[in-house]
């Protein structure tokens, strides 16, 4: 194979550190070791990789279509404007406080994000870590009352509902996301399609299950939240330059940690859509 690659699964349920490995030179022989590794755990960081832009692309693609290109570019900056030459922006700055909560990317578009690569350019020298939490171990960790309990339940998913929820009133068109029409329902339980396994597919961004009063509803994913993010279903990773994560959002949700807003961060972000057999809402088109 050329490579001696070593997989080291963290201490939560989710997530492994690979190492041994360039994925900018990742061969087609190497390639299945990865993908299983994507699919057994979650998430994947590989430490000191320093990917160009288009690396980083190429690296996405081998797990499917891009989800949304901005101007041409298919890797898009994440962090404080000032790191890359922007201005501070209210709108912005309110998006990046939203991905401080629990989410699953893109659950709130019709067509829901298959995984998600992030990697590290200038990172802070304390805060900005992000976690993930494993909706697998969470489903399967459930008492089996709350099982027969959420079995046929669905939730909408919208990103005006979770921004509202922080006081952010976006308007239609503002970014990627918000967008006018139907929102999706989503089951509370996903089968993944890959490994066949089941999990909690929840966050931030749903709300409003049908048959329940909206107190109900709100009290019902919240406790389900709680549950679900507590170790040892929590993988937590504070970034070095040059890392790389993916993550499979049919898999876990995850959250940015705060950081020191006088500190530099910026990260490199490419999302990858879901096939739509199974990542299409019930009864839509993508948008």
Known sequence: MGHEINIDPSNATCGA?????????????TWPVIEDAFHEH?????????????????FAERFGEIEFV?????????GDPETFGGEPDEHYVMTLKGNEQWHIDSSFMPLAAKAAVLSAVVVPSRGGQT????????YEDLDDETRRRIAGLSAFHSYFHSQASIGHHAKAGASYGFYEGDK????????????????????????????????ESSELLSDLEEFACRPPRIMRHAWQAGDV??????RVMHRARPYDADQPRLLYHTRIAGD????????????
């Open 17 to 29: 550190t690979v190492s041994g490995i360039r994925i900018a030179e990742l061969d087609e022989e």
């Open 42 to 58: 979650g998430v994947l960081i590989f430490p000191d990789q320093y990917l160009t832009v288009a690396q980083q692309a190429a």
């Open 70 to 78: 901005s101007k041409g570019k298919k890797v898009l900056p994440v």
């Open 131 to 138: 976690e993930w939490a494993d909706m697998r171990a969470a």
């Open 184 to 215: 999706p329902l989503r089951p509370l339980v996903k089968k993944h399609p890959v490994t066949g396994r089941h999990s909690l597919y929840i966050g931030r961004h749903a709300y409003g299950i049908p048959g329940l009063s909206e107190a």
């Open 245 to 250: 994560a993916i993550w499979d959002n049919r």
């Open 276 to 287: 739509p057999a199974t990542e299409l809402a019930a009864g839509m088109t993508p948008q």
